[in-house]
């Protein structure tokens, strides 16, 4: 059916029209239609594309590099500032967080990835500013499958850089290890996590009972899942 017809059928019956055909503008007299339209960016038109691959160039400036000593310092400062809305759901983050827990973290990251035990970024701007940080862990060498983790300081959230380090730490793993499979697990109440898991292109998969324990208490968690095969297919598509 052709976009004329689509349009037609839909003005009355809805109230936005969205659509992944960037010459809708062109084709269309848009302007005199009585409902929204809604045009979405993605690199191809394919349903695999709006799916799994996040359209970057609508993805604000971060990087991703590994974790030096020095870091920690900056490390501390994210931690201490972001400690109110951080500690609710990763309880590492407490009130008597310590430059040497700080330090300990900058300091062993390295061998930690050396020995494919983990692997952990600092999240940073273009400037080189710490940002937050990332990391694949909990690796299941027999099933392939690893947890995905991340968090900014308050100072960055609100501006899609959790989102673009989700996208760029899963491209570093498929590129670089042989895990077919990656986690992003949240608790339900943490629905700021689901929406970064979401936005990166990660499928929310289910409900996992009692599957996290916060603070000494159980919590129903949210199952997210990114997988080789299906970001392959959305680059292919």
Request: glycine fraction near 8%.
């Amino acid at each position: 059916m052709k976009n004329g017809e689509l349009l037609r059928r839909a003005c009355g019956t809805f109230d936005v029209f969205v659509t992944a055909d960037q010459n809708l503008a062109q084709q269309q007299n848009i302007a005199s239609l009585p409902l929204a339209v809604v045009v979405l960016v993605a690199p191809r038109r394919s349903v695999g594309a709006l799916k799994c691959s996040p359209d970057m160039r609508t993805m604000p400036t971060c990087n991703l590099r590994v974790y030096e000593p020095s870091d920690a310092d900056a490390l501390y400062a994210a931690v201490r500032e972001s400690a109110a809305e951080l500690s609710i759901w990763m309880p590492w983050c407490h009130a008597e967080y310590a430059p040497s827990e700080a330090g300990e973290w900058a300091a062993s990251r390295q061998t930690l990835a050396a020995q494919g035990l983990e692997y952990n970024f600092a999240i940073v701007d273009s400037a080189g500013a710490f940002l937050g940080g990332c990391g694949i862990n909990q690796i299941n060498r027999v099933h392939r499958f690893a947890n995905l983790g991340y968090w900014v300081r308050t100072a960055a959230t609100g501006r899609g850089i959790a989102t673009a380090a989700v996208v760029l730490l899963a491209e570093w793993t498929f590129r670089n290890t042989d895990l077919v499979r990656l986690e992003i697990v949240c608790a339900v109440g943490n629905e700021r996590s689901q929406r970064v898991a979401e936005r990166a292109g990660a499928v929310r998969e289910g409900i996992l009972h009692r599957r996290l324990v916060i603070h000494g208490r159980a919590h129903d968690a949210v199952m997210y899942g990114i997988t080789r095969q299906a970001r392959r297919a959305g680059e292919q598509s």
